[in-house]
């Protein structure tokens, strides 16, 4: 297969390490040979099913360092599925997230289907996989093969040694004085972790860990336009997740070449460029526990027959206190070995809508396990005696049993398992939330100060997470991008109008998340950016279908119609619900906030 090289199409007018406020990213014009596409690397699998679509594959070479376009260049994949209509409207630029998330996989996946409905098929839709992912050239992988030697640095190994001393227990009410002074003594060894880490990532990296930051990756994105559209033509691009963070680097250092964009569940690009990264999570989680809430109603109003925790006279507060003591008595009987901590608990009330039947059932298989360390329980009522240590072993055989639970994750599907620990899944998006960010130092303890505040402030569910996050790392991650950006973000020359999509129940980018792009791209006087609403729970629109959402995207990528701001109802239910059936019609109404 051949590779073509992006020559001089975009050039950095820098001298310094980092992009200052309004420094200007200009363009030069250079002709670009087509690409000759063929074949893909295969599917591997870590996201929903393959589809039927022809997905074709080419190479495409980049400067390491765009700063030096003519210096060394690496490779990115690019892979694209052509219009299914009669006339394609020209190519739309997608982005699932992460990042670190491949975009040859995500043309290969079900989750496809998403953007195609929702432009009719009337664009070609291309991917690639971005610098250090996968199926470019010099992925950024810290860890050895899961099955490499004894002594090997795995991430299973190195991942349990973060949340084991990282992992805050508590009850469900918050942590105790004693809590923290506990969690408290363990920053030291945890730092130790963390030092780990950036050591055996710059062993392995050392070449490319300042390579890998947005503003390269969007002057990646523009040079794959160039050559696939021609310079100077508009770019249509949708991003979700951290896909959203590239649509605002891009909307802002190439305002005069944005074409449609869509920006779908939105990670606040301001803090996560200039904020510590634990301040950074406390935000991105602060609607957590209302999207917990959200599980909990529709289990009850499922019932029995449609979710397993449910009985038939539960309710969204009695699940509630159910879930409450299911974490109290994990804290209470850890200290026997029981197997499953608080923190395990927590962790396994964070799942997508469409695990949702899932999560209910290994949650309930988890009170087993728990019950079986309780005298007199129901669980008990076996042979064998009733004494501590056959308690606790009978606990030991329901947890054993336990279904693998993949961990919380910001990603819109993939978690990390010992599968994954030797792609990047932990390593990149490692690389580039700690490179990117311009924030004052901080260090671990700093971290752990903060885990405490906000599981006391924002969630005591999902503040003890920030250990499972690249975010945490950030305190002893000493390598930054040579390219950085700190705004500003409204966009002001911006060429065409956006569309911004905020789930009303969102985890991990919550709605005022999608409301502050809006206003600050809105700022100037004009109305550059409109907002849809998808009243739904889950990470992005990838989780519960709306045909309203559907509509508004398709009419705005196909005619150009700026929509609106609009409230979008669901057309999903992730618990059946004796027999009705999610609506089949579009539910919209006009959407009123400030």
């Not at 289907?113 to 250090?132: C, E, K, M, Q, Y």
């Not at 605002?248 to 779908?264: K, M, Q, S, T």
């Not at 240590?389 to 336990?402: D, G, N, V």
Request: one cysteine or more; charged letters at 15%; hydrophobic letters at 40%.
């Amino acid at each position: 297969m051949k590779t073509y090289t992006a020559g001089h199409s975009i050039l950095l007018l820098l001298g310094a390490l980092s992009l200052a406020k309004g420094s200007p990213v200009t363009q030069r014009t250079n002709t670009m040979p087509s690409f000759t596409w063929g074949p893909c690397p295969t599917y591997n699998d870590t996201l929903p099913s393959a589809i039927p679509f022809p997905v074709v594959c080419t190479d495409f070479s980049v400067p390491v360092d765009w700063r030096n376009p003519n210096g060394e260049k690496l490779t990115l994949k690019v892979g694209k599925i052509a219009a299914t209509t009669n006339t394609s409207l020209g190519s739309l630029y997608v982005n699932l997230g992460g990042p670190g998330e491949s975009g040859i996989d995500f043309l290969q996946s079900s989750l496809i289907l998403a953007i195609h409905n929702s432009t009719g098929g009337a664009f070609d839709l291309v991917s690639w996989d971005p610098r250090g992912v996968d199926f470019s050239s010099s992925p950024i992988n810290c860890f050895d093969d899961s099955e490499a030697s004894p002594g090997s640095f795995t991430f299973d190994a190195w991942f349990a040694n973060m949340t084991t001393l990282g992992g805050l227990q508590a009850p469900s009410s918050g942590p105790s004085a004693k809590d923290v002074d506990t969690f408290n003594a363990n920053v030291k060894p945890w730092s130790s972790v963390v030092e780990t880490l950036t050591s055996e990532c710059n062993q392995k990296n050392a070449a490319h860990l300042t390579q890998v930051g947005t503003v390269a990756v969007v002057q990646d994105l523009v040079a794959i336009a160039d050559a696939i559209g021609g310079p100077q033509t508009p770019i249509n691009y949708y991003g979700y997740s951290y896909g959203t963070v590239i649509g605002a680097y891009f909307i802002n250092l190439f305002p005069e070449r944005v074409g449609r964009v869509v920006l779908d569940g939105v990670v606040n690009a301001t803090l996560s460029s200039s904020a510590p990264g634990y301040e950074f999570f406390a935000s991105s989680i602060s609607d957590g526990d209302a999207t917990l809430q959200q599980f909990l109603a529709q289990c009850a109003e499922s019932g029995p027959s449609g979710c397993a925790l449910a009985s038939s006279n539960s309710t969204q507060s009695s699940l509630n206190a159910w879930i409450n003591q299911l974490i109290d008595d994990a804290y209470n009987f850890a200290p026997l070995g029981s197997g499953m901590t608080s923190f395990d608990i927590r962790e396994s009330t964070a799942r997508a809508p469409m695990q949702w039947q899932d999560m209910a059932k290994t949650i309930l298989e988890a009170r087993q396990a728990i019950s079986a360390l309780i005298p007199g329980s129901n669980t008990n009522n076996t042979s064998g005696g009733n004494s501590t240590s056959m308690r606790i072993k009978r606990a030991h055989s329901f947890f054993a049993a336990l279904p693998a639970v993949p961990r919380f994750t910001n990603l819109v599907k993939r978690s990390q398992t010992a599968a994954q620990s030797n792609d990047n899944g932990w390593s990149l998006p490692t690389a580039v939330l700690c490179g990117d960010s311009s924030a004052p130092p901080f260090d671990a303890l700093d971290t752990f100060n903060n885990i405490v505040s906000t599981s006391q402030t924002v969630s005591s569910i999902f503040a003890p997470f920030l250990v499972t996050q690249p975010e945490a790392v950030c305190s002893g991650w000493p390598y930054r991008a040579v390219q950085r950006y700190s705004g500003p973000w409204d966009a002001k020359t911006i060429a065409n109008p956006i569309v911004v999509i905020g789930n009303t129940f969102d985890p991990v980018t919550p709605l005022h998340m999608a409301k502050e792009l809006v206003r600050t791209v809105n700022s100037n006087g004009k109305r550059n950016a409109a907002l849809i609403q998808h009243d739904g729970s889950g990470h992005t629109t990838l989780e519960e279908l709306s045909l309203c959402t559907q509509a508004l995207v398709r009419a705005y990528f196909t005619d150009g119609s700026l929509p609106a701001d609009t409230l979008c109802g669901i057309n999903f239910l992730p618990f059946p619900n004796g027999t009705a059936a999610a609506p089949t019609q579009i539910i919209s109404s006009p959407l009123t906030w400030n």
